[in-house]
């Protein structure tokens, strides 16, 4: 009996494992059929017909809305949206965590297991028998290193696969380890109460190696916990690689002596190939260091913007090329503590040739007149789209150290890797709103001259474009001044934009706001006379801001305080049909307030089918780690 018993045993522990990825890849399988059906919509619902609008003022004229049957599966698809991704489980004011995430991790914590404690009665009817799930526990943790290995890098199949990015899928490698964790543990306990007394096996070097492993992972899932990764992320980056290599190799050897050792040798090879695909990127797009005559010289320009904000701006390597909203890992040897250490920053140029436009195919209707800008008006917009710039906001460790170095006007030698993440595909939509707190501007600026620049080539059916800045000083509108300026000249008359800054930092009087169109205070006209209005910065110097600039253009306005981002959202929802695209990049407030405002009612699938829009809400992450 106690040999068929352990025949028994040994063949589920083999199979079991090999079963769960049986229906893990079946999970991830049928995720990617849904990923590229809706790759695929938008790119054919994009192509349909764009009717060229010659008067500004049709942009914002939106069909009659009625109900309609054949909306009724865009209405369930829209509350599957809100359901999955907008309703939260919140823990605290910094973190919460949405139904899609919740479900993932619930069914995980489950499938996993149950396949560890299924099936765990011996043939003498002893039910959980420890000898069943005991060694099956271990190996069953020991399958899911390949899968959790590939989710933590940059270049993974999963994201080949699915179309997911790696910071998305960045939350399913940590969640992941933990359960695992919890299996580990479980699989070491029931060790030690087996075969008890356990002093004579530590003699055993698998055990060693087991129990270094264990005690790696451990400090690794301590160190990973987000309120670390926040306050130290330069001790997790670390302490990460460190924990992370002791326990692949204790792990292997380990695992060796029991013959399984097949799905921890993966783990190596996945991150080789990871680390060799960074390694042939950085060759290339920075190979004046690495010898070759050609190619640019790297060396980033970093200035201090303000206590909080740096902006780091070097020329766009050759080879580099990148879309909105993408990444790119900054290696600042000058810099780090490490040679090779790698920070991601949102990058917040344009890789486009708007602005190269001759000023002879300007727009030059009566409304783009009204703005009274001139060419001497436009300012140096050029970083924007011939070099790349990073806002990068300024906390302690390696953004502190860098905020030295521009104090100093030191030149810093910069490595770059990219680009990653994906960029939002927003030709599709028929309106499209941009929200960003801060730093969060080097996701949405992008994006918007993204947009403008296909609605100008006609690869776009966009008619409305909403951008909503949350600022802590007025002084911060200097930023992006030039280039927005720019930009609302180059924007052809069929697209409606709308510009909302909103500066909470530093009360200012109303009265000493710009007297322009855009000031949404009583609706106060703009004055004729180009005189100045000088405001309070949040460093208490005084910014003049002349009403011959950006707050003389009328789609611009200027407001102290918060934004109110549910009544704005309620309204272009209402006011909208179609397709509606929300990107958010900024604090946790503004997502939360972002997410609340775009469900139910306002964004319901009642709604849809009485012909409002259907909502599509993308998060890009803001302080990634």
């Known amino acids: 009996m106690a040999a068929t018993d352990k025949s028994l045993r040994g063949a589920r522990n083999h199979l079991y494992p090999i079963q769960a990825w049986y229906c893990i890849g079946l ?69 919460a965590l949405n139904m899609a ?18 099936n765990t009665t011996d043939l003498e009817g002893r039910t959980l028998d420890i000898t069943y799930w005991c060694n099956r526990s271990g190996m069953l943790a020991a399958s899911q290193f390949p899968l959790i290995t590939a989710l933590g890098t940059k270049n993974n199949i999963v994201s080949l696969i699915t179309g997911i990015s790696y ?7 940590r969640m992941m380890s ?64 460190a924990m992370v290599l002791i326990f692949l190799i204790g792990a292997y050897v380990h695992t060796q002596n029991f013959a399984f050792a097949f799905w921890i040798y993966p783990c190596f090879v996945i991150w080789g190939l990871d680390r060799l695909i960074r390694f042939l990127r950085l060759v290339v797009f920075n190979h004046s260091y690495f010898g070759f005559k050609s190619g640019s010289t790297m060396d980033a320009t970093a200035e201090v913007l303000s206590d909080d904000f740096v902006r780091l701006r070097f020329h766009r390597p050759s080879h580099f090329h990148w879309t909105p909203g993408q990444t790119a890992y900054l290696i600042m040897p000058s810099v780090s503590r490490l040679p090779f250490e790698a920070h991601p920053f949102t990058i917040a140029s344009f890789n486009s040739t708007l602005f190269d436009v ?5 727009p030059t209707s009566e409304k783009h007149a009204e703005n009274n800008l001139t060419e001497g008006n436009l300012g140096s917009s050029a970083p924007f789209w011939k070099e790349l710039v990073f806002f990068i906001n300024v906390r302690e460790g390696f953004t502190a150290r860098l905020k030295e170095a521009a104090l100093k006007g030191d030149k810093v030698k910069v490595f770059v890797d990219g680009p990653y993440g994906p960029s939002p595909n927003l030709g599709s939509y028929d309106t499209s709103v941009l929200v960003a707190g801060g730093s969060g501007v080097s996701y949405a600026l992008p994006v918007l001259l993204d947009i403008i620049e296909r609605v100008r080539n006609g690869e776009s059916r966009c008619r409305r474009v909403v951008f909503i800045w949350s600022i802590r000083s007025v002084d911060h509108i200097r930023w992006i001044n030039d280039v927005l300026i720019r930009a609302l000249r180059l ?49 208490g110097k005084d910014t003049e801001i002349s009403n011959n600039s950006l707050f003389a253009i009328e789609s611009v306005k200027l407001a102290r305080g918060r934004p109110d981002l549910p009544a704005i959202l309620r309204d272009e929802v209402t006011a909208t049909t179609g397709r509606m695209s929300v990107g958010v990049c900024g604090s946790q407030s503004i997502v939360r307030s972002v997410r609340g405002a775009l469900r139910f009612p306002v964004s319901s699938p009642l709604s849809v089918a009485n012909g409002g829009p259907s909502v599509t809400l993308h998060i890009e992450s803001f302080g990634y780690a």
């Open 491 to 539: 924007a052809p008359p069929s697209l409606s934009i709308s510009i909302h800054i909103h500066v909470t930092g530093v009360a200012t009087p109303i009265e000493t706001l710009p007297q322009s169109h855009g000031l949404n205070d009583d609706a106060k006209p703009a004055r004729d006379d180009s005189r100045s209005e000088v405001v309070e910065s949040q460093d």
């Open 358 to 362: 001759p000023e002879e195919q300007k």
């Open 27 to 95: 999970f991830i399988f049928i995720i990617a059929i849904f990923q590229w059906i809706s790759f695929f919509h938008s790119k054919f619902a994009g192509r349909r017909q764009i009717t060229n609008v010659s008067d500004p003022e049709h942009a914002s004229v939106h069909r009659r809305r009625a109900f309609s049957w054949r909306r009724i599966p865009l209405g369930l698809v829209n509350a599957y949206r809100v359901i999955s991704f907008r309703w939260t489980l919140e823990f605290g004011k910094s973190y």
């Open 178 to 241: 933990r359960v695992v964790f919890i299996l580990l543990w479980a699989h070491g306990g029931c060790e030690v109460v087996r075969n008890a007394p356990f002093q004579p096996y530590f003699a055993q070097q698998w055990l060693i190696c087991g129990l270094i492993a264990m005690i790696a992972f451990t400090i690794l899932c301590i160190v990973s916990l987000r309120p670390i990764r926040a306050q130290a992320y330069e001790l997790f980056f670390y302490v990460h690689f």
């Open 167 to 173: 910071d998305k899928l960045n939350y399913v490698h």
């Open 101 to 118: 995430e919740v479900f993932v991790t619930m069914a995980y914590i489950i499938f996993l297991f149950v396949w560890a404690f299924i």
